[in-house]
Nanobody, 115 residues
Framework: QVQLVESGGGLVQPGGSLRLSCVAS????????MSWFRQIPGKERELVAA????????KYSDSVNGRFTISRDNAKNTVYLQMDRLKPEDTAVYYC????????WGQGTQVTVSS
C-alpha cells in the first residue's frame, strides 16, 4: 500500500528556516523521482521542487529557487525540503509525491510564515 507521510511544518518568522520530511512506502523509492508541492487554500497545488532517484535536483520553481533545497536519503525512504529565508508567501500546506506518476496524497504539513 502506497503511503506518504509528511512532517516538519510549523510557525516560523520571516527569514527563518524549516526542514520538512516525507517518508514514503509501498513503491521502490530509490528508483523513483520525488517532488514537493504546496497548496494555498483556494489555489491549485504548485510544484515546488523535484529530485531524481539518484539524488540530483531536477527542478525548483522560480519562487523558491535559491532558498529551498531538496534532498533524499534512500536508505530511509525519505525526501527532505530545507526551506531557508522563508517569506510570508511561502505559507501553505506542503505535500510530497512522486514526480512523474502521482500516487495518493498524504495529509501534508502546514507551514506558516508570520511575524
Amino acid at each position: 500500500q502506497v503511503q506518504l507521510v509528511e512532517s516538519g511544518g510549523g510557525l516560523v518568522q520571516p527569514g527563518g528556516s524549516l526542514r520538512l520530511s516525507c517518508v514514503a512506502s509501498g513503491f521502490p523509492f530509490r528508483i523513483v523521482a520525488m517532488s514537493w508541492f504546496r497548496q494555498i487554500p483556494g489555489k491549485e497545488r504548485e510544484l515546488v521542487a523535484a529530485i531524481s532517484g539518484a539524488g540530483d535536483p531536477i527542478k525548483y520553481s522560480d519562487s523558491v529557487n535559491g532558498r529551498f533545497t531538496i534532498s533524499r536519503d534512500n536508505a530511509k525512504n525519505t525526501v527532505y525540503l530545507q526551506m531557508d529565508r522563508l517569506k510570508p508567501e511561502d505559507t501553505a500546506v506542503y505535500y510530497c509525491n512522486r514526480f512523474v506518476t502521482l500516487v495518493s496524497w498524504g495529509q501534508g504539513t502546514q507551514v506558516t510564515v508570520s511575524s
